[in-house]
């Protein structure tokens, strides 16, 4: 799972080697990684091979602040799976946003032009 801030917009991307039993995806988000909120639901890709489910969203959003994205994956059956936390900061005057990787390594760095 990939998350950045850029332009106005908050990229999350991230990869699945199989959608067979998935229902949702939801990218969740929170400002103290305790209380979540979704931000965006979405439904799996209709797999036609066995390749890589590739999903890339781009959402408006310039809430300035600390901000933990992760993916929230719920299974047909109920089960639900949590990906890897990414911590993105953006400014809350520039709206320019940095992201870091769940042991604080920077992963992108934004920009608002």
Known sequence: MYAY????????????CSNTG???FE???SADATNWRTLYTQLPYLE???NLS???IPLDYNQGGDHYIAIRETDVNGDVTLSDVVYVHIDAETHVGDSYDIIGRRIAQGSNQ
């Open 5 to 16: 801030h850029s332009d106005g917009i908050l990229h999350v991307r991230w990869l699945t």
């Open 22 to 24: 998935t229902r949702k």
């Open 27 to 29: 990218i969740i988000e």
């Open 48 to 50: 036609t091979n066995s």
């Open 54 to 56: 590739d999903y890339n």
